[in-house]
C-alpha cells in the first residue's frame, strides 16, 4: 500500500508543455496535454473512484470504477486511459455513474473476505475506501458459489481456486484470498522494478497473481524490492512488520544508509518505532522505487548486537570495560595528548565514514586538522572512487560525475563498464532497464556476464569480456578506431577542448599498437566487437559511460577513468542531458565524504592543502594555523605505524580491517597501534583490535545530509533518538572540545552553514533551501543557485577540456603455474558492502555465505562439483569458500563477494595499487584453485580470535 501521507493521482505526470482547457463537473482546469481526465481530476480536487488505477504506473483501465461521463461522447470511458482535449466537458458524479460503480464494487465485495476489522490494511485500504465512496451497502452475492475466499467449499471439499497465504518471503505476505486481480503488482514488477516475476494466471474468474512459474515468492525470481507491496490497493501483499505492528501514525521523509543512489524514504513511524519505509513518490533519486535493502533491511538499526555504551580497555587482550561518555572521551583525548607528546604531532589521525553524514565527516576532518594539528585524515573513498577523483579532476576539472540519473531517460547508448547496475545500484538499475527497454542500444564491458547483458526484454549489443586488468587497453583500443574511423566530434573539440592536449592524444591512440588487432592478445576481446561497440557509441546518438569499481580498483583506476573522460570528450557527450561520465559511488556517502575534505591533501570542495588563500580562509574560520604538507594515506597509515612512528587512529563508522586489501597485512599494523577508537554501530572487525569502543548512531537516529552518486544533497532525518545517547558529530565535537578544540554547534544545521560559507560549491546550500526544493546538487551557489543537474554545460570546470596521454601498462599480478587463475571481487543484491547492516537482518535468507563463482571448465579440470569447499591461494595469503559453478563467469577467471568477515576475501588480495592515488587493485589477483576438507589457517586463527573477543564484551554494552 501507499504513504499514509501521500496522494495517489491515478497516473503519472505528463511532461508536454503544451496545455490543454477543458471543464470537470463545471469547474475549468488547464493542465498539460497527455493529462489522464483522472488526473486533471485529482489535480483540482475531485476524487473519481479507482482500484486498478495508480500514478506510479501507466494506466491500465481494468477496474472499469473510474467511468465517467464526456459531453458528445457514448458510453463510459475510464477516466484513467482517456487523454484530455482541448474543449472537453466532463461529469465525474451523475446518477447513472454511482449506479455502475455500485454494481462493480459490489463484485469485487462478493469475492472479498469480510475482515476488515482484524485486515492489517484496516484504515489504509483502498478497496475499503472505494466501498464507501461509492456508497455500498449491501452484497447481494454470497460465497456460495466459486470463490476464492475458504479454503473449503459448503460440502467440505476442496475448494479449487483458494490459496493459502505464501509467507516465506521474510518481509512481507500473500495472501490470494483478498486478491482483485486488479494487476497493479504485475504492471509494478514490469514497469518499475523490470524483473517481470509476477504475473496473471488464468483466465476471467480464474484468474490469479502468480510468482514465476506459481513458485512461492521466496522461490520465484522476485527480488524482494516491493514494488508489488507499494502498488497492492488491498492487504493481499503486505509488510510483515505492518501485521506485527499496526498502521502508522506519522510519517518523516528521510534518506537511504545503503549505496549511492541515494533514495529518499517515508519512514511511516508509531511513536519511536518504525512501521515501515515506503519509497518517497517525490524522491528525486528514485521517484517512489526502492530494493529489497533500503525498502526492508533495517532491522539492523535496532539489532540486539548494537553496543550502546561507552568502553575502553588497555590491551586488546584486556577485557571490555563500560564507563560514562565522560571517562571515554576524556580517556581519548588524554591517550592522543600522551602519542602526540612522545612521538610527535603526525603519530595520530583520523578516518571519515562513508556511512555517515556531510556535517559529521566535516567535522572529523577539521578535528584531524584543527584539533590534531596535521593532514592525516583520509576515507574509505581511497579504496574505492580516489581514482575518479583524480581522473576527473585533471580531465574536466571537478572531481565527480557529470549527470544526474534521469539524464538517463535522454540517451540513446548506454556504456556500462565495471559495474553492475542491477545488484550494486538497483534502483537506478532498474531506471537503466525501463531506457534499454525503450529503445536506447547497450554495450557492456565486464569480464563476468552480469544480468543486464542478457535480461527479460534487454540484451546487449556488444558484451566486450575482457580479462581482469586491461581496461585501459580496451578503452584506447576503442579511442583508436574512433579516432582513425574519423568519428570525432571535431566541432565539440575545438570548441571545448585545449588544441594541443588533443593532438598528442590523437597521435598517441592512432598508434597500430592500439588497434583492437593489435590489442585483441592482451585484452580477450574479438577486434571485430570492440570495433562495433566504437562505431556505437560515437555515432549512435547521445552516448553516456556508467562505470563502477570494476575500473577505479586497479593498478591503472585513474588512467581508466581519464580514458574513459577522453571517449566522451571525443564524440562530444559531456555537457547536455542523455550524456556524460557517470561514476556510481557505492556507498550512500562516499560523494560526500570526498567532498567534505576528508583525503590528506585537500580541505571542503576538493581545494589543495598547499593553496594558501584556500587555506588561510580555513586558518581565519576555525581559529588555528593549519598545515600545507598532505598527510598520511591509510596504506601510508599502516606502514607508519608498522615503522613505530603511527600510534594512534579515530575512525569513525569504517571497519578497515575487513574492507581493505591485504588483511594481515592491516591487522599488522593495528596491532603495532597503541590507541584505536572504533565509533561504530558494532562491535566490527576493526573494533577487535579498539582500545576504545564509542557507540555509534544509525541513519534513523540523526540529522544531517548524504550526497550522492549523481552530486545530490539529501536531508537525514531523525525520528528516534541515538541508541547510544549521541549523534556522531556530537561525539566528534565533545572529543575535540576535551582536546582543548573549541566547537560548539547546537544542531546539524549550523555545521551545514558553516560548510556553505567556506566551500564554494556549497554556497548556496542550506537546510532550509533543501527542505524547500527536496534535495539539491552542487555546485549551488550565486552562479547556480539551484543546483546543478548537468556540469559542464557550454565550457568544462576547468575551462578547456584536458585530454590524457592514456598508456596501457599491463598489471604486475600476473598469472603463473603456480597461480593460474585470476580472481576479481564484486557485489550481490542482498547484501551491502562488508555486511556489518545486511547480516544483520533477513536478507541473509538470499546470501549467508560468500562463495566463489567459477567457469564450468576451470572446475572440471580441478574436480570441484557444486557446493564443494574450494581452497583458494594467492601470493597474499589463502582461504576456503564454497564453489558455485557458472557460465556467468570465462575460463581462467573467478569471482567472489566480500560481505562475510570469516570469508577472508582480503586475505588474498595484495598490496597493488592504483599509481596515483593507492586505491588497492582487489579486481586482479593470481590465484589457485583447489578442492579442500577444512578451513584455512587464517580462518580457524580468525574464528578462534573473534570468539575471544567476543568473550571480553561486557553483557551490559548491549541493550537490554
Known sequence: MLSIVEIDYGTPKATSTTMVDLEIDGRSVQVPEGTSVLRAAAQMGIGIPKLCATDML???????????????????????????????????????????????????????????????????????????????????????????????????????????????????????????ACSRCVRACDEVQGTFALTIQGRGFESKVAASQDNRFLDSECVSCGACVQACPTATLSENSLIDIGQAEHSV????????????????????????????????????????????????????????????????????????????????????KRLQASYGKHSVGGITSSRCTNEETYLVQKLVRAGFGNNNVDTCARVCHSPTGYGLKATMGESAGTQDFDSIESTDVVLVIGANPTDAHPVFGSQMKRRLRAGAKLIVVDPRRIDLVRTPHIKA???????????????????????????????????????????????????????????????????????????????GGNGAIYYGLGVTEHAQGSTA??????????????????????????????????????????????????????????????GVPLLSEPGLRIPNMFEAALDGSFKGLYIEGEDIAQSDPDTQHVTAALTAMECIVVQDLFLNETANYAHVFLPGSSFLEKDGTFTNAERRISRVRKVMEPKGGYADWEITQLLAQAMGYPMNYNHATEIMDEIARLTPTFHGVSFDKIDQLGSIQWPCNEEHPFGTPVMHVGEFVRGKGRFMLTEYVPTTEKVNAEHPLILTTGRILSQYNVGAQTRRTANVMWHDEDRLELHPHDAEERGINEDDWVGIRSRAGDTVLRAMISERMQPGVVYTTFHFPGSGANVITTENSDWATNCPEYKVTAVQVTRVTQPSDWQKRHRAFSEAQEGLLDPSAKPA
Open 561 to 622: 577513468v581519464m580514458a574513459i573522460a577522453n571517449l566522451a570528450m571525443a564524440t562530444g557527450n559531456i555537457g547536455r542531458e542523455g550524456v556524460g561520465v557517470n561514476p556510481l559511488r557505492g556507498q550512500n556517502n562516499v560523494q560526500g565524504s570526498c567532498d567534505m575534505g576528508s583525503f590528506p591533501h585537500e580541505f571542503p570542495g576538493y581545494r589543495h592543502v598547499s593553496d594558501d588563500e584556500v587555506r588561510h580562509s580555513f586558518e581565519q574560520a576555525w
Open 461 to 539: 549489443d556488444y558484451h566486450l569480456r575482457l580479462r581482469p586488468g586491461t581496461n585501459v587497453a580496451v578503452l584506447d583500443a576503442l579511442a583508436h578506431v574512433i579516432v582513425t574511423e574519423n568519428l570525432v566530434d571535431e566541432d565539440f573539440v575545438a570548441q571545448r577542448c585545449e588544441a594541443e592536449a588533443f593532438a598528442k592524444w590523437r597521435a598517441f591512440v592512432s598508434q597500430e599498437k592500439y588497434s583492437p588487432e593489435a590489442m585483441e592478445s592482451a585484452t580477450g576481446v574479438p577486434a571485430a566487437v570492440v570495433r562495433g561497440a566504437a562505431r556505437l557509441y560515437a555515432t
Open 58 to 180: 501507466e494506466a491500465f483501465g481494468s477496474c472499469r470504477l473510474c467511468l465517467v461521463e464526456i459531453e458528445g461522447r457514448k458510453g463510459y470511458p475510464a477516466s484513467c486511459t482517456t487523454p484530455v482535449s482541448p474543449g472537453m466537458k466532463v461529469h465525474t458524479q451523475t446518477s447513472k455513474l454511482a449506479e455502475i460503480r455500485r454494481g462493480v464494487m459490489e463484485l469485487y465485495i462478493s469475492d472479498h473476505p469480510l475482515d476488515c476489522l482484524t485486515c492489517p490494511a484496516n484504515g489504509h485500504c483502498e478497496l475499503q475506501d472505494m466501498a464507501g465512496v461509492v456508497g455500498l451497502r449491501e452484497v447481494r452475492y454470497g460465497y456460495d458459489g466459486a470463490n476464492h475466499v475458504y479454503a473449503k467449499n459448503k460440502d467440505g471439499s476442496a475448494n479449487p481456486l483458494f490459496a493459502a497465504k505464501d509467507v516465506s518471503n521474510p518481509y512481507f505476505t500473500f495472501d490470494p484470498s483478498k486478491c482483485i
Open 253 to 336: 521523509v528521510t534518506t537511504c544508509a545503503y549505496c549511492g543512489v541515494g533514495c529518499s524514504f517515508r519512514a511511516e513511524m508509531k511513536g519511536q518505532q518504525v512501521v515501515r519505509m515506503v519509497p518517497n513518490k517525490d524522491g528525486h533519486a528514485n521517484h517512489g522505487h526502492s530494493c529489497v535493502k533500503g525498502r526492508f533491511a533495517i532491522g539492523y538499526a535496532t539489532h540486539p548486537d548494537r553496543i550502546t555504551t561507552p568502553m575502553i580497555r588497555a590491551k586488546i587482550s584486556d577485557p571490555w570495560r563500560v564507563v560514562s561518555w565522560d571517562e571515554a572521551v576524556a580517556h581519548v583525548a588524554s591517550e592522543f
